[in-house]
């Protein structure tokens, strides 16, 4: 299994952020992304919302930092973490336009992308921007396959369901021969989606024992990543064995790939924090670097 962190300060969930990180900027998470890529962390995430209605920011939060242009920065200050989208919301975007913006983002981080992607719940905000809510899962499924035929192609051609083009120059286009994708959800839809069209699933919002009740239920592609959280936040330093068992529990719900929430007073505690983490997860058998 290898271990994943949520990025501090790019968003601010009411559930989950710290009260340090809303004074933190970009400064404190580069060192923080240095420290992790260092001590050999897998990936670093981050969510994308153009904007959020207020009654909802409430439950949800509303900084939602936007992940080209942060992972494009964190990219100039490491060398091997690999940076997730968790996740873009394909009916916010043409194909064309996912393939040459995150595209550019994987020739300039060496090739270090995955490409985590979902349908989007969040009906105000595609009014907002003018995207069609209902029938968004088809458009995804398209989407996923443009995406596909798409990534890493400089000439890319497709004909779907709701997307086709051919006869277009897209450069600079993907280094990975294969850019992963990992599917966002919490649904069985989603995990077939996943396994379908995907790399991994990444569900939320569910317990452990449900998810190992759904992933029960499908036979997965071989090399096929599980996604999973650790069911909360970790202090790996002050609670060691609580920490242990966190990992243990994701692992053996069927994880993968395990994406930990660090709980830390300030930005110099989450690096000690970082520190402790590698710890714990050489202490299970995670893989790290």
């Keep these: 299994m290898k271990i994943g962190i949520f990025s501090p300060v790019v968003v601010h969930h009411p559930a989950s952020a710290s009260a340090w990180e809303a004074e933190a900027g970009i400064a404190e998470l580069a060192d923080i992304a240095s420290a992790a890529d260092e001590l050999g962390f897998n990936h670093l ?6 904007a959020i209605p207020t009654d909802v920011a409430a439950e ?18 490491t060398r091997r973490i690999r940076f997730a989208t968790q996740v873009l ?19 300039v981080s060496g090739g270090r992308l995955i490409l985590g992607v979902g349908v989007g719940s969040l009906q105000e905000e595609f009014e907002l921007i003018g995207a069609q809510f209902d029938g968004r899962g088809a458009v995804a ?36 021969e294969h850019v992963p994708m990992w599917v966002g959800g919490r649904t069985p839809r989603s995990l077939r989606r996943a396994a379908e069209l995907g790399d991994g699933w990444v569900p939320f919002g569910l317990p452990h024992s449900r998810l190992s009740e759904l992933l029960a239920r499908h036979e997965l592609p071989d090399g ?8 909360h936040a970790v202090d790996p330093a002050d609670e060691p064995d609580r920490c242990r068992a966190a990992l243990e529990s994701t692992r053996d719900a069927g994880a993968t790939v395990a994406t930990v929430t660090i709980a830390a007073r300030s930005a110099a505690h989450y690096l000690e924090q970082l520190a402790a983490l590698a710890e714990r997860a050489r202490e299970v058998g995670a893989q790290l670097g």
């Design 89 to 107: 919301v394909l009916g916010y975007h043409h194909p064309l336009d996912i393939a040459k913006r995150y595209g550019t983002l994987d020739t």
């Design 60 to 77: 949800r939060g509303g900084t939602y930092w936007d992940p080209l242009a942060t992972f494009g920065f964190l990219a100039a200050r």
């Design 224 to 231: 096929f990543d599980v996604v999973l959280s650790a069911e």
């Design 45 to 50: 995430t981050c969510s994308e919302h153009v």
């Design 141 to 176: 499924d398209d989407a996923m396959r443009a995406l596909r035929a798409s990534l890493g192609r400089t000439a890319p051609e497709y004909s779907g369901t709701h997307f086709s083009y051919r006869d277009w120059f897209v450069k600079p286009a993907a280094v990975q």
